[in-house]
């Protein structure tokens, strides 16, 4: 499974980003697809996923201000609103056959991409 995140960039408090995950290689039907973010000295945290049943999951701090979709069995969106200066990270997708909050359960990445985010 290949992964390629895209969409991050520099953003002022407030403002928003959808940041997208292209995903190849396999079909992804049996997939869960997920977004981690890591900071500057921090570890690598979940943010969002949507698991192979559909079901979505967001980390409570960021419920009310980030969503996650996807448009079909290959491209998955995290769309950012009312973003903060600590938010500012870089975001990777991911891609697991067993869904899970746990970095290590995801063994298909992304790139990345930098979200920041100025006060």
């Known amino acids: 499974v290949q992964l390629q995140a895209s969409g991050g960039g520099l953003v002022q408090t407030g403002g928003s980003l959808r940041l997208s995950c292209a995903a190849s290689g396999r079909t992804l039907g049996a997939y869960s697809m997920g977004w981690f973010r890591q900071a500057p000295g921090k570890e690598r945290e979940f943010v969002a996923a949507?698991?192979?049943?559909?079901?979505r999951a967001i980390l409570d701090s960021m419920k009310g201000r980030f969503t996650v979709s996807k448009n079909n069995e290959n491209t998955v969106y995290l769309q950012m609103n009312s973003l903060k200066p600590e938010d500012t990270a870089i975001y990777y997708c991911?891609?697991?056959?067993?869904?899970?909050?746990?970095?290590?359960?995801?063994?298909?990445w992304g790139q990345g991409t930098l979200v920041t985010v100025s006060s």
């Open positions: 991911a891609a697991t056959r067993t869904f899970s909050y746990r970095v290590e359960m995801w063994p298909h």
């Open positions: 949507i698991a192979s049943s559909g079901g």
